[in-house]
């Protein structure tokens, strides 16, 4: 897995679909995700450099990135990419396939099964994911609160071929649409930026939702 967060976003991203984050009572099967990418993409929370609220979307490699939305839901990112450049991927959607109880006590009891984990904030309240304690912290070596563990069969294949193939081949095989970023303004969220990769036709993915000052 290492060799694939050592890869920037837009790489690693579409690599995460199929993974699955484990901890805090829920396991996670990641379904939708959007890449970000540093200073090239002003989408980027780094994109004008490290500061002490983003430091830690700087890396190291597996590092957990949040922040918060709208002063209301964590987020969460998994960092990728060189140690010093900022690049991380926000899960956007994921379905819950272990306790399912507990993401639904943090959601609320008439939030179906699909949609507990459908959308950034969502996820991050499935998760129980906590802005100050949870950031910075470590998805590899069991340090932290959570543990991605790759799609079993793309992780065998990652073994046996360089990632830039296996991710071309994700992207060509048909289970795996891109297209902008949702709710993104300006040029980071129109065509020059087709970063955001699901599962397609799967229902735990969000709407796409473009902002108003897209462009492209």
Request: with cysteine; charged share 15%.
């Amino acid at each position: 897995m290492l060799a694939l967060l050592r890869e920037p976003a837009p790489v690693c991203a579409p690599a995460l679909l199929g993974a699955t984050l484990t901890g805090k009572g829920v396991a996670l099967r990641i379904t939708e995700v959007e890449a970000y990418s540093g200073e090239v993409d002003p989408g980027s929370h780094g994109h004008r450099g490290v500061t002490p609220r983003n430091r830690h979307l700087f890396g190291p490699p597996g590092t957990l990135y949040a922040y918060r939305s709208y002063g209301i839901h964590t987020c969460v990112n998994v960092v990728s990419g060189p140690v010093g450049q900022s690049s991380g991927s926000l899960l956007r959607g994921a379905a819950v396939v272990a306790g399912t109880d507990v993401a639904r006590d943090r959601r609320g009891p008439m939030v179906a099964d699909v949609a507990l984990a459908r959308g950034p904030g969502n996820l991050g309240v499935a998760l129980g994911a906590v802005l100050g304690a949870d950031d910075g912290t470590s998805v590899l070596d069991g340090s932290g609160p959570y543990t991605l563990r790759l799609d079993p069969g793309l992780e065998a294949r990652l073994t046996s071929a360089p990632v830039a193939r296996v991710v071309d081949e994700l992207l060509s095989g048909g289970l795996v649409a891109r297209g902008p970023r949702t709710g993104v303004g300006g040029v980071a969220g129109g065509a020059a930026f087709p970063w955001r990769y699901w599962l397609a036709g799967d229902p735990t993915v969000s709407a796409y939702r473009r902002h108003k000052g897209a462009i492209g």
